[in-house]
């Protein structure tokens, strides 16, 4: 225990089932895309290092959710519970798409049916209104409360969070085999509305003035107000919107590019028209004067 914080795990066999099962579709997957790429004689559908990405963003899932971090952001620390729901949303969610390439997603595009569903909850309105919805109702006061009291259904709500954080990510970083392809003005639009009611709540929970949040248990050796918890927390769930701030800068450049690379195109097949304009004007005065000779002649 340290400065009076919980060293005790969040053991739950849900939790760790449900982890496992999904670990458990992705070698699968994995051992699909392998099997069709030597049926094929094609490369390494997969490299190492997103095998890898998919794996360490698990693996941190699941610390933040088994390990003693879990029962101090139930039980004690509001601030400590936005820091986990910020990490399991901005980097274990980004990780595990990583760990996603287009050819290990090729059986669900193939599938008629999964290929509709997903693409269904991929869409960008979609992805963002369930993970918006889910994540502020779940932190709707009663609701938040009756989890606080309840270990199994304060995971419930930290893994419906964790999930549908991977379908908000995916217009943005997704394999668009399974996704909707959007364009980077599109995806900058996106990346900026989708954000808006987290970060609205942000600011209530910093400017509110009064705990929201009162049931946590705060250890006295902190010497820490519950509001100034709960402003903490606030602060933290800012960081998000600087991500999106961060994603959109890339497109914002590779917007540019677009349009540069597309100008110049246009300025080439203009300077061709030109040209082939030109040509046809001498082709025509060559004929007309060779015209004009023979009729001399």
């Known amino acids: 225990m340290f400065n009076g914080l919980s060293s005790t795990a969040s053991w739950s066999l849900g939790v760790t089932i449900v982890l496992v099962i ?9 051992r699909l895309a392998f099997v069709r790429a030597n049926r094929t004689s094609e490369g390494r559908p997969v490299r190492v290092v997103r095998i890898a990405a998919f794996f360490l963003g698990m693996f941190l899932a699941a610390i933040l ?7 101090i952001a139930r039980t004690q620390l509001f601030s400590m519970h936005m820091a986990q729901a910020v990490a399991l949303t901005t980097l274990c969610s980004p990780l595990i798409i990583a760990g996603c390439p287009p050819s290990i997603l090729r059986p669900i595009d193939e599938t008629p049916i999964l290929r ?14 369930i993970f918006n919805i889910s994540f502020l109702l779940w932190h709707a006061p009663l609701i938040y409360d009756a989890a606080m009291k309840s270990p199994a259904l304060y995971h419930t709500m930290m893994l419906s969070i964790f999930f549908t ?6 217009p943005l970083i997704g394999s668009q085999r399974v996704g909707h392809k959007l364009s980077s003005p599109m995806q900058m639009l996106y990346a900026f509305f989708d954000g808006q009611p987290v970060d609205i709540f942000a600011f209530v929970l910093v400017f509110s003035g009064v705990a929201i949040y009162p049931q946590y248990v705060i250890p006295p050796q902190l010497h820490l107000a519950p509001f100034g918890d709960q402003t903490v927390a606030g602060a933290l ?12 800068s890339p497109l914002f450049v590779r917007w540019l590019g677009q349009l540069e690379e ?9 300077q061709r028209e030109r040209e082939l304009a030109e040509e046809y ?3 025509e005065d060559e004929v007309g004067v060779d015209q004009q000779v023979h009729l001399e002649a």
């Open 22 to 30: 999904f670990c458990a579709l992705y070698l699968i997957l994995l």
């Open 65 to 71: 959710l088994l390990s003693s971090i879990n029962t």
């Open 116 to 129: 509709t569903i997903v693409r269904f909850l991929l869409s960008p309105i979609v992805a963002s209104v």
């Open 165 to 170: 954080s991977i379908l908000n990510w995916w």
């Open 237 to 248: 769930l800012l960081i998000p919107g600087l991500v999106d701030l961060g994603v959109m």
């Open 262 to 270: 597309r100008t110049k195109r246009e300025d080439l097949r203009r």
């Open 281 to 283: 004007e001498d082709d």
